[in-house]
């Protein structure tokens, strides 16, 4: 496949790439900003547009069990292997337009700057129903379909309105029952994603992509204080036993480990008292704890750490501390072989790589259990994210796309990466 494209094809292509994601964003379940959780009514229209696109490409487009979005774009022959190139379609609440999105858009553009040329591969361009995990608290379903690892105990989860997955994929249109065929074939030969930072490091090296190494690991829990309900003006300070108090000093306990610890993030983002009122002492605390490292010793270790300091705070207050494990994600690799490739591609549309780790959760670590995987970072300006104000340069977008094409054509003339049996 030779690169016909210059580089104003590649600057128009991606000025196509952030207007359909600033569209997409406005397929949102709230009035005032950008949410669009697992199979909601806005992810219907997600799908009718991108489809819109993915058809336009003769690409053979189709949903599976779990919601992902698959657009098929055959190789030379029918029998040819195929890569996946993709990210997730869902978003936080008040989201930005990119996080996710830009990943499944640039792989439609990917495939529209082929302009119908052929690969000894296919691609198939795939955007996961769910990978944040707002709706039903767990993240990856999207992927996990695709390792298998979406299991009774997950379709059996209850969403705050008491609605479960298994029925949300009913609702849908969908059928629970065929989650098997989500699961990758034997055909795959590997799954990049494009996705943006989501921090300050490639802008503050001034380079427009990072080739990711490795993805931090990372524990979601819920933690549940309980007390004693009372009346705010009557009981004395010393006969209380205030559950959003101990809660409140555990995550201040949280915050301090996080930072007197290398390379350790904590973060608590969630909070709720019950009853809830001004004039209540609260009787129960819930607060989500949401902790990252490179290494999964010392994430385990400082996990440890805070589940120690929820007894002792509780325990010195005379109230109890539960925990639920909402995820346990191991540190992942990146594929070396792929990850080269993408270096190499770098170089060659123009920029200096730099190589680094993720310190988001991405899809790309849930596949790299079964199949080679990698990503591709682009800068994000101010390095916000998960917030309207996320954005990515125009100019960085089109090195992203020059980059992807140079990655294809390296992937289609290595004997290495056509020829490979697949792991899946
Ligand atoms: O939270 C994360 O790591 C990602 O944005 N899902
Ligand atoms: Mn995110
Ligand atoms: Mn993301």
Redesign the pocket.
């Known amino acids: 496949m030779k690169s016909v494209l210059t580089s104003s094809d590649f600057a128009r292509l991606a000025e196509e790439v952030i207007v359909r994601c600033e569209k997409l964003a406005t397929f949102s379940e709230d009035a005032g900003g950008t949410r669009r959780t697992f199979l909601s009514p806005p992810m219907r229209d997600c799908h009718r547009e991108v489809s819109s696109w993915m058809n336009a490409l003769g690409m053979t487009v189709s949903v599976d069990a779990v919601g992902n979005l698959r657009g098929f774009f055959a190789g030379t022959s029918p029998a040819a292997p195929r890569i996946l190139i993709g990210s997730h379609l869902d978003t936080?609440p008040n989201a930005g337009a990119f996080?996710g999105i830009l990943g499944v858009v640039l792989a439609v553009e990917l495939v529209e700057s082929l302009r119908g040329s052929k690969l000894p591969f296919s691609i198939e361009v795939i955007g996961f129903s769910e990978?944040?995990?707002v709706r039903f608290g767990v993240?990856f379903i999207g992927s996990r379909a695709l390792v298998g690892r979406v299991d009774e105990e997950l379709l059996g989860r209850n969403d705050a309105n008491g609605i479960s997955v298994r029925k949300a994929i009913q609702d849908f249109g969908l059928n629970p029952n065929e989650l098997s065929k989500a699961a990758l074939r034997d055909d795959v030969l590997g799954y990049v994603e494009f996705h943006i930072e989501?921090g300050p490091v490639l802008e503050s090296l001034g380079r427009p992509l990072g080739v990711v190494e490795a993805i931090v690991g990372?524990n979601r829990l819920e933690f549940t204080f309980a007390g004693q309900t009372n009346h705010a003006g009557t009981t004395p300070m010393n006969l209380r036993h205030d559950a959003l108090a101990a809660a409140a000093e555990w995550i201040v306990a949280v915050e301090s480990l996080a930072q007197r610890t290398t390379d350790l993030v904590a973060t608590v983002g969630f909070v709720e008292a019950k009853p809830g009122a001004t004039n209540v002492i609260a009787g129960e605390a819930r607060a989500t704890l949401?902790i990252r490292h490179a290494s999964d010793r010392a994430r385990t270790e400082a996990l440890d750490e805070l589940i120690r300091q929820a007894e002792a705070i509780s325990s010195r207050r005379a109230v109890t501390a539960k925990w639920r494990t909402l995820l346990a994600q191991n540190a992942v690799a990146m594929d070396p072989f792929l990850t080269d490739q993408i270096e190499h591609a770098v170089q060659k549309a123009g920029c200096e790589p730099h190589r680094m780790a993720s310190?988001?959760?991405?899809d790309a670590m849930i596949l790299a259990e079964k199949i080679p995987a990698a990503m591709i970072f682009l800068r994000t300006p101010g390095g916000i994210?998960?917030d309207p104000a996320e954005s990515v340069h125009l100019e960085d977008v089109a090195k992203a796309l020059e980059c992807g094409q140079h990655l294809l054509t390296q992937l289609a003339a290595s004997q290495e990466f056509s020829g490979r049996t697949c792991r899946a």
């Not at 310190?359 to 991405?362: K, P, T, V």
């Open positions: 936080v996080d990978e944040e995990g993240p989501q990372q949401d310190g988001a959760g991405h994210s998960h």
